[in-house]
T-cell receptor, first 116, second 111 residues
Framework: GAVVSQHPSWVICKSGTSVKIECRSL??????MFWYRQFPKQSLMLMAT?????????EQGVEKDKFLINHASLTLSTLTVTSAHPEDSSFYIC????????????FGPGTRLTVT | QQQVKQSPQSLIVQKGGISIINCAYE??????FPWYQQFPGKGPALLIA?????SEKKEGRFTISFNKSAKQFSLHIMDSQPGDSATYFC??????????FGPGTRLSVLP
């Protein structure tokens, strides 16, 4: 149980284009979803927290207009990287908290984004 | 105050040995302390977690020790196996929000 999927698993895009990453909780409802960014051999940095049906809360230093987060349902959240630049290349990971047990969060497999 | 410190940065253990990773935090509002295991190119997986009302929690070969007064907690992996070789992250959270992760420990278990 508590499986989280991400799509795509990897993506290559050109500078200036936008990329959408999907995060789905497959066998549970997630009232809260988190988006992280991880550079090689580094820790996870929380980008934003999204609650179903409300606007995402972004961490300090994360550009809201560049990283658009939508949490339209209890099983789906999306992260759109707009006008991507090479410095946006990273490993993006989502996690989802179980409704009623939000302390536990389960991570997706991650999406490797490369911007050329 | 939001930082979580973790040590060592890397750890090499012989098969069958005990792996110990330590973490420390400052924010006394943290009330949930999980440990995650991450293999290269994969998302982290929840291993074990503890709340501050207990001092120890054991699940199989994994044990968390928690010292509230010292604001420290540690992960012990008993009978370490080569398959345990991965990066381990401690984390802290308050009320299931604002998860802060330690910098990670790369564990290598030698056969």
């Amino acid at each position: 149980g508590a499986v989280v999927s991400q799509h795509p698993s990897w993506v290559i895009c050109k500078s200036g284009t936008s990329v959408k990453i999907e995060c789905r909780s497959l066998d549970f409802q997630a009232t809260t979803m988190f988006w992280y960014r991880q550079f090689p051999k580094q820790s996870l940095m929380l980008m934003a927290t999204s609650n179903e049906g409300s606007k995402a809360t972004y961490e300090q230093g994360v550009e809201k207009d560049k990283f658009l987060i939508n949490h339209a349902s209890l099983t789906l959240s999306t992260l759109t990287v707009t006008s991507a630049h090479p410095e946006d290349s990273s490993f993006y990971i989502c996690s989802a908290g179980l409704a009623g047990r939000s302390y536990e969060q389960y991570f997706g497999p991650g999406t490797r984004l490369t911007v050329t | 105050q939001q930082q979580v410190k973790q040590s060592p940065q890397s750890l090499i253990v012989q098969k069958g040995g005990i792996s110990i990773i330590n973490c420390a935090y400052e924010n006394t509002a943290f009330d949930y302390f999980p440990w995650y295991q991450q293999f290269p190119g994969k998302g982290p997986a929840l291993l074990i977690a503890i709340r501050p009302d207990v001092s120890e929690k054991k699940e199989g070969r994994f044990t968390i020790s928690f010292n509230k007064s010292a604001k420290q907690f540690s992960l012990h992996i008993m009978d370490s196996q080569p398959g345990d070789s991965a990066t381990y992250f401690c984390a802290a959270s308050n009320y299931g929000q604002n998860f802060v992760f330690g910098p990670g420990t790369r564990l290598s278990v030698l056969p």
